[in-house]
């Protein structure tokens, strides 16, 4: 049995278990058939995992199902699913292994989201992938719902479905403009066939469907609400697994199916770079502004989400110009940067399950964790920190820096359009990058390095598992010399993009006579500068500690700690045009209102996309349902009335044909 052969089997056998969970949840035989799912999908995902880990080099090989419409329906998972998959397995396997609640729904939400995961990104045709998907997004709400915890998770829920089902219906529109053939391999020949006009609109419907869910504006809108109301296995899953399947099916679509046609291929490019950089900003300024650890994640998984959006659309904008080479690396940089997202992100919404197991909430406060765990959720939430905001030797770093990189060769282009988006993308990537620093510092320094305060003992597990995340993304970063190159095969449109990106130890865009960077260098050179403050650490046995200087005053260190609404307010006061800032205060009394019992101060942001849209869109609806009410009179004459007009219109129809 060959590679291929053998990864295919192992994927097979990981959906057989998925499948078998949902079976056992719903059969509910006994009372330990929810504990017994939960473990079956543990392992399904390891399977899984250990599946695509074997597959990366070769890929795997095509599974025939059974004939849908004389079309074979076969199932394989093309490379670059593979490689963007990778590290999102381990996250939900470690998202799965330190869920608390092992008896509840949860897990069936889980066997079905991945269930979607492997219709979406492995079977051949257009329906499955409608199926896929909505089997990703039935699988989030179950997830989310099962949080019994937060009241609020039905309307997030549903406002959540709501706008996914918009995501849907762009799909199936894209799928049926691109003509009768569903599958796959006629996609492009299809798509080949309609004009400049149609062709732009099938691209824009796929960037809508799929955008969907990797929150692009003003779609973005459900993501806090729903992260909020869920936990943190739950987010980790979402921002690892769901959105890496989501990118790499827009990517499909744009790179594989669209039709080289270099005035549509340029339009969609440039929409698609501008809108996620757009989506990125937005993102990231009102993520700085949250004060919970899972509202805050979520907006900067949409940021994250945006900037690889933006590499594809840098990657479409070369391919326009007849840039294949830098095509293939854009894309190539934009399934590195969710890789290393997914690892990241999954170890900080981990690092926020210990802060509630600890502490009861998600809130933003001065609680410790840091120093209180420093080996396991201080080291592991360091380097998560780290590559988020772009830093060294990080993976987030590494590819970003090659995302600028690689914007920074538009003098290969022709097209001004096509140079000035790479430039406006280039500042807003900068702008982003900034935020984001700031918004994790907030995190890490507010959230994990603050004052200490007492709380519950959490079970050492789940500790470990944001440092096992956090270290597979340094270790990620510092070996992507080495098995980057193997990765040919996910280099879409050209495979030697893969083979060009290393240069020994060093990572170049393309050449090394333009930049360069080693992340193993950075290790090797920060390993070396750490010897003078660990030289100076070992010299004194114990370390002399002293309270703060505070004028000759006695300090409170918890009274007057930095509170996460403090260190956001100065950007808050600034960009008040942006943020509209919105203050409420309640005050409740006692002994017939005469003493003050209770002060409450509420502060937010009003935001520019989003709630707005949602509610035009809610009076639009009613306003319709009220002209068209009058053809609901409530009689059953009435509509058998309508069912013969249809009738004699279809009967017309035939005819006239």
């Not at 959720?377 to 990189?405: D, K, N, Q, R």
Request: charged share 10%; with cysteine.
């Amino acid at each position: 049995m060959s590679v291929p052969q053998v990864a295919t089997l192992g994927m097979a056998i990981a959906a057989t278990l998925l499948i078998l969970s949902v079976g056992l949840h719903l059969a509910r035989l006994s009372s330990w058939s929810p504990a017994l799912a939960h473990k079956v999908v543990l392992v399904g995902v390891l399977v899984a995992l250990v599946a695509d880990i074997v597959g990366l080099p070769s890929g795997t090989s095509s599974l025939h199902l059974f004939v849908l419409e004389n079309q074979p329906l076969v199932w394989r998972l093309d490379t670059a699913a593979l490689l963007i998959l990778a590290p999102a397995w381990l996250a939900v396997a470690l998202a799965v292994a330190v869920r608390r609640d092992r008896g509840g729904w949860w897990s069936l939400g889980v066997a079905i989201a991945l269930l979607g995961v492997l219709c979406l990104a492995g079977l051949n045709n257009g329906a499955s992938m409608i199926v896929g998907w909505e089997l990703m997004s039935l699988g989030s709400a179950v997830m989310i719902l099962s949080n019994r915890s937060d009241t609020n998770g039905s309307k997030a829920t549903l406002t959540m479905l709501a706008l996914l089902e918009v995501g849907s219906v762009a799909l199936i529109m894209a799928v049926a403009l691109l003509g009768p053939n569903l599958g796959f391999a006629d996609f492009r020949g299809d798509w080949a066939a309609r004009g400049v006009v149609v062709s732009s609109i099938i691209g824009l419907l796929f960037l809508v469907g799929f955008g969907a869910k990797l929150g692009i504006a003003p779609l973005y809108a459900w993501v806090a609400e729903a992260y909020g109301c869920a936990d943190g296995p739950t987010g980790a899953i979402l921002s690892s697994l769901i959105l890496n399947t989501a990118y790499f099916a827009l990517g499909r679509a744009l790179l594989r199916w669209l039709p080289v046609h270099a005035s549509s291929t340029l339009f969609l490019g440039v929409t698609v770079a501008a809108l996620g950089m757009l989506s990125a900003i937005i993102a990231i300024l009102y993520a700085f502004q949250q004060r919970d650890w899972l509202r805050l994640l979520s907006l900067s998984g949409v940021e994250n989400g945006g900037i690889a959006i933006a590499a594809l659309g840098a990657a479409l904008i070369f391919q326009a110009g007849g840039q294949q080479e830098l095509a293939g690396l854009c894309w190539l940089i934009g399934i590195l940067h969710l890789m290393g997202h997914s690892l990241a992100k999954a170890s900080l919404f981990l690092a926020a399950s210990v802060k509630k197991e600890r502490d009861g909430n998600y809130r933003i406060v001065q609680i410790g964790l840091g120093h209180e765990y420093p080996w396991t959720v201080g080291v592991g939430g360091l380097i998560a920190s780290m590559s988020l905001s772009a830093m060294p030797p990080a993976m987030g770093f590494v590819t970003e820096w090659l995302l600028f990189e690689a914007l920074f060769h538009d003098f290969t282009l022709v097209s001004l359009a096509g140079r000035t988006t790479l430039i406006l993308v280039g500042a807003g990537l900068a702008l982003s990058a900034a935020l984001s620093l700031a918004t994790l510092v907030k995190l890490y320094g507010v959230g994990l390095l603050g004052a200490r305060r007492p709380g519950r003992s959490v079970i050492a597990g789940r500790r470990l598992a944001v440092l096992v995340l956090g270290l597979a993304n340094l270790a990620g970063a510092i070996s992507l010399v080495f098995w980057e190159p193997l990765m040919w095969r996910a280099s879409w449109p050209d495979p030697a993009s893969a083979k060009a990106l290393v240069n020994g130890l060093l990572i170049v865009p393309l050449s090394a006579g333009f930049a360069f960077i080693s992340p193993v260098k950075f290790v090797i050179v920060g390993v070396l500068f750490a010897c003078v403050p660990v030289g100076l650490a070992l010299r004194r046995s114990r370390p002399r500690r002293v309270p703060p200087w505070s004028g000759g005053e006695t300090v409170d260190l918890v009274a007057s700690a930095t509170t996460a609404f403090g260190f956001s307010n100065p950007l808050r006061t600034v960009y008040s045009f942006l943020y509209r800032p919105k203050t409420s205060s309640e005050r409740s009394y006692r002994d017939h209102g005469y003493v003050l019992e209770r002060a409450t101060y509420h502060a937010g942001e009003a935001p520019i996309l989003g709630a707005g849209l949602i509610q035009s869109l809610r009076r639009g609806v009613n306003r319709l349902a009220r002209v068209l009410s009058p053809l609901q009179g409530g009689q059953l004459n009435v509509y058998l009335s309508y069912l013969l007009i249809l009738f004699l219109i279809a009967m017309i129809a035939i005819f006239v044909h």
